[in-house]
């Protein structure tokens, strides 16, 4: 299929010379090509690439542009396809969910959280930290991802996700999360009029950017009608090469 495709091309560029009746000088050429996406999305290059002095079509299902246009303008396209058309990178982030208390005890966090459980104290009022769950979630970049269970002695459910993860360059490398949400639904002990258990939510919602090893405090919610108990979000991010 892909070398018919091509031969259509070189036929219809045939076609057009000999209609013109001219030889055009090599920079002014008009030509056609098509041009083969393994990994990035065809249609974000389309949207990306197309402009003045070139028209692309792309194909998903096929995964190619097909590119008209001068010569230069189509090699331009072709070298910038090439830059961008790479693996993706996964990202692993590492999700905290922290209690705070009221109630002096120690601290129960891993040494890996020390420093950040300093900077808590320094930001909150509350006494002790304890991590109630933590985990992993890897994806794609620009991909969404998720996560849901129970918290750690409690009947307590969460639900964690984003949409997305996108890498940026530099050193350290920038991890921009969009639509990051957690919630946690909490059993109040009451029953509602059919006898069924009555929760109350704690919710987190944010877009953040964490640079690669940092650790970050995304934000907090009461996990108590007072404020004696609080669920505090940290999470940290990774680059997979």
Do not use: C
Request: avoid cysteine; hydrophobic fraction near 40%.
């Amino acid at each position: 299929m892909k070398k018919l495709l091509w031969t259509m091309v070189a036929m219809a560029g045939l076609a057009e010379a000999q209609q013109a009746g001219t030889q055009p000088e090599p920079a002014f050429t008009r030509t056609q090509r098509l041009i083969e996406v393994k990994y990035a999305d065809p249609e974000r290059l389309n949207n990306l690439l197309n402009g003045p002095g070139v028209s692309i079509r792309y194909d998903r299902t096929m995964h190619v542009l097909q590119v008209w246009g001068t010569k230069q303008a189509v090699d331009d396209v072709e070298a910038m396809v090439k830059k961008l058309d790479v693996p993706p990178l996964d990202v692993d982030l590492t999700v905290y969910l922290i209690s705070g208390n009221s109630q002096a005890s120690a601290d129960e966090v891993p040494k890996d959280l020390a420093p950040t459980t300093k900077q808590l104290h320094a930001l909150f009022p509350y006494k002790s930290y304890q991590v109630l769950q933590s985990f992993v979630l890897r994806s794609r970049d620009g991909q969404r991802a998720g996560n849901s269970g129970t918290l750690a002695g409690s009947n307590a459910e969460y639900n964690f996700g984003y949409g997305s993860a996108a890498v940026t360059g530099g050193t350290p490398r920038l991890v921009r999360i969009d639509g990051l949400t957690l919630r946690v639904n909490i059993p109040t002990g009451q029953l509602n009029e059919k006898g069924q258990m009555q929760y109350r939510t704690a919710s987190i919602t944010s877009d953040i950017d964490v640079h690669e090893g940092q650790q970050v405090v995304v934000g907090k919610s009461s996990l108590t009608k007072g404020t004696d108990e609080a669920l505090i979000l940290v999470i940290a991010a990774k680059v997979i090469d």
